[in-house]
């Protein structure tokens, strides 16, 4: 792997957690990701479902984790499936697992080859009631494709139709919320990245420059810091393309007087980062840029300052609405009769202001955690609030990633990458 090895005590952990959730006699599965084709025999580079990867630590196609905390046998109590390797693979595709690898990779002691999970999977459900099925249940889930674990499901049911099924994604929306120390490291190693990249476009940016040169920069300085690339796709919007919020085409030049909305973040170890900043293209931001800027800027750090464990993201929500409608106001965008006479169900702030302002990140950008209950400590979100006056041509928003304290300030991942208006000036113009 190209990130260094993440120390097993975190697959322990993580496992641990799950397995105390867990009714007694069950089993629970975990399957890999494919590999997805394109045509003719071409593929997409090969990505592994977070779960299993959460719960193992194991980065590689055709994987199967089984729990069973109550099997007859310890040794079954935690079993890792992985492809069988051998010297001709390692010649066509590189180094597989080995079953001592995986071991010490995921510090699960039973390891077999995939072609054996048939055999021991049946001969362990005769011991179970239960099974725990794996299924995408995010928000935003986009559940078209088949997967792996949709295949096994469908096997399942179809094999064992006496037993009784459970889903895992409540355990596992519960347990991804809270991030363990090492995970902690690894964010922040993944938002270090991301900020030797913006350092880079600081030095690099000004008018005449296009879209996709800005991000070419970026995948050069991820790449060369030992990640795969970009957490997801990102955005690179200069001028008015910043007030269309999943712009990805990234394909126009920057001109003289532009602000340029850049939303990026480097993976590390599949760990997310999720940065968003907006900057003069000419280094130099005019009066009512910096005004809108600085209204998203205090919206941000008020933001901050109520999103503590223990809140719920609805109420949270509420209260930044209200926020970015006093400054709306402040910037005559809005006047007292448009919100007397606003629609609760979407307030006046909307119409410049129309996203969420912040998401669990981890694993996932988009990571798992609830959405009705209270937030616990040592979660990671977002905070990114925004402005979008397409009549001005204005769009901008800002982003950085927060560890969530109970008794202390919350932690800014992202604490030493520049947003202050005079520090980025500075640095764009030194």
Not at 55 to 64: C, M, P
Not at 158 to 168: D, G, I, M, T, V
Not at 229 to 245: D, E, K, Q, R
Not at 298 to 322: Q, R
């Amino acid at each position: 792997m190209r990130y260094e090895q993440i120390p097993n005590e975190l697959f322990i952990h993580n496992r641990k957690r799950f397995m105390e959730k867990m009714e007694a006699r069950s089993i629970a599965v975990f399957n890999s990701n494919d590999i997805f084709p394109l045509s003719a025999d071409s593929t997409m580079p090969f990505k592994q479902h977070t779960d299993i990867f959460h719960l193992s630590g194991a980065d590689q196609e055709e994987s199967i984790l089984l729990l069973f905390p109550d099997a007859p046998d310890p040794k079954y109590r935690e079993v890792l499936f992985v492809i069988e390797t051998n010297p001709e693979i390692a010649v066509w595709e590189g180094a597989k697992l080995t079953k001592e690898k995986a071991t010490e990779v995921s510090g699960i002691k039973t390891v077999y080859w995939l072609k054996d999970f048939h055999k021991i999977f049946n001969q362990l459900m005769a011991d179970a009631n239960n099974v725990y099925l794996n299924t995408n249940e995010h928000l935003r889930a986009n559940t078209e494709v088949e997967t792996r674990e949709d295949r096994f499901i469908k096997w399942c049911k179809e094999n064992f139709p006496a037993h009784s099924y459970k889903r895992s994604s409540p355990i596992m929306h519960e347990i991804r919320a809270v991030k363990h120390p090492v995970e902690l490291d690894l964010m922040q190693k993944a938002c270090k990245i991301t900020e030797k990249g913006f350092r880079r476009l600081l030095n690099f940016i000004k008018p005449g420059v296009w879209e996709h040169e800005i991000e070419a920069e970026l995948w050069h300085e991820f790449i060369r810091n030992r990640s795969y690339g970009f957490a997801y796709t990102p955005i690179v919007a200069s001028g008015g393309n910043a007030c269309v919020l999943h712009y990805t085409e990234n394909d126009q030049e920057v001109n003289d007087g532009d602000l340029i909305l850049m939303d990026f973040g480097a993976e590390y170890a599949n760990y997310s980062s999720d940065m968003t900043r907006t900057i003069p293209a000419n280094g130099k931001y005019t009066a009512r840029q910096k005004e809108v800027y600085s209204s998203v800027l205090k919206v941000k750090k008020m933001a901050n300052d109520i999103l503590k464990p223990g809140i719920t993201l609805n109420e949270y929500h509420k209260e930044v609405g209200k926020m970015m409608e006093s400054e709306l106001i402040d910037l005559k965008l809005l006047d007292k009769t448009d919100v007397k006479n606003q629609n609760p169900d979407w307030p006046a702030y909307k119409k410049f202001f129309m996203h969420g302002t912040s998401h669990y990140i981890g694993l996932d950008t988009h990571d798992y955690g609830s959405w009705s209950k209270p937030i616990p400590e040592n979660s990671v979100f977002t905070i990114e609030p925004g402005i979008y006056i397409p009549d001005e041509k204005i769009g901008i928003r800002l982003e950085d990633d927060y560890v969530l304290k109970s008794d202390e300030e919350n932690f800014n991942l992202m604490g030493d990458i520049p947003i202050e208006i005079d520090e980025i000036e500075d640095l764009m113009n030194s």
